[in-house]
């Protein structure tokens, strides 16, 4: 959520800035600062009728005592405390209304970001280059079928489109990959947290996914009068709701927390044909990475997420590229964003693995966590930063793809191979579905 300071002191800049991500705000702003004004007068005139309330409460026993009639002024008191409670009733309302507008905004870009969507994303890196072979290669799709790592048809049977099951080694080989992921990002200093995977409404508002986005995540449907659960879209809608309604110290930042858990995505609608196999699906295995930060600290935050992201990508082997998003490209919570891109030689293209972006202060307004200043006593909101690190569903298709050799076999990355148990080559013949 926005500041409403930020708002009320300078709306045009506020209104550009949205434009820049592609959102029309001039009317949600105007609705904004209308609201506002009237929440605000609300609350001088309340505090104005508390006054005279107070005064009159004061003025009753002594007229009492005098022997003075207070008839008169009891029946002010009385209509007093109705009207308190109206301008309170009416309040209320008032701030609904105007949550419910500050909710929908999203999030400012930062201002070195470039206005406009896809088109306008920046490549800032490229490391390592396009695989190049001197046979045929094969999609990973053929190559994780002829060897046995994933079963397509039977998760289809068990869930239907959009779902597989990785057998044998493909099995060993994604277990592999989490937990090179998360030794690496417990040796870094992260918090291992296992999180539920039904989450209340709540999560998905603080993380920013609700309202804008809540039709397309699988709700749980409950008996009336339950609490509503939906199952999480990416561990970082938990994370960042950890801390709800809490003040840290400041000695407690920054917070840094791993989680490994399946995700689950509706991915409604029509993909392109080399989006097959496991490069869009329904649910896929993903580690996250969340900071809570001081203000000042969260661009070092933000550098240090993505060089980690990178490095996971690195110590595979892989060639791929760190893309800076344009305004209308960053999600709706977030102010920046930075994707690493890996290489898959069937698509000829380029796919996100990490997402790592700041969300600034916007999730901690949405779910009131704070730290107390040493120096002051005060507290301030803090930044919450989030990175995938990472997501397998599409490194799994890139090992294949870019370790492919002309047998049909495919070597596996050299970090890999403590956890298969020294396997160095994945072969037709470690496999029978």
Known sequence: MLDIRLIRENPDEIIARLAAKGRDAKEDIAKILELDRERRSLIQKTD????RQNKVSKEIPRMKKAGEDVSAIVLESRQLSDEIKDNDNLRKETEEKLNEVMAGLPNLPDP???????????????????????????????????????DYPRGAKLSGSGFWIYRGMGARLEWALLNYFIETHLNDGYELVMVPHMLGGQ??????????????????????????????????????????????????LPRKYVAYTPCFRKE?????????????????NKVEMVQYTRPEDSDKAFEE???????????????FRTVKLAAEDCSASMARTYDIEIHIPSMNGYKEVSSVSNARDYQARRGNIRFRREETG????????NGSGLATSRILPAIVEQNQQKDGSVLVPEVLRKYLGGIEVLTKDMNHI
């Open 48 to 51: 104005e009728l508390k006054a």
């Open 112 to 150: 070195d970001l470039k206005p406009g969507g896809k088109e306008n994303n920046e490549v800032l890196r490229m490391f390592g280059s396009p695989k190049q072979f001197d046979f045929e290669p094969k999609n990973h799709v053929d190559l994780c079928t002829d060897l046995g790592l994933i």
């Open 203 to 252: 999560a998905g508002y603080v993380s920013g996914q609700f309202p804008k986005f809540k039709d397309e995540v699988y709700w749980l449907k409950n008996d009336e009068g339950e609490r509503e659960h939906f199952m999480l879209p990416t561990a970082e809608t938990a994370l960042v709701s950890l801390h709800m309604d809490e003040i840290l110290t400041e000695k407690e």
């Open 268 to 284: 409604a609608g029509s993909h392109r044909t080399d989006e097959r196999g496991m490069i869009r699906g329904h649910q896929f």
């Open 305 to 319: 997420l993505v060089g980690k992201a990178e490095a996971l990508v690195k110590g595979l082997g892989f060639h």
């Open 378 to 385: 005060k507290t301030e909101f803090v930044h919450t930063l």
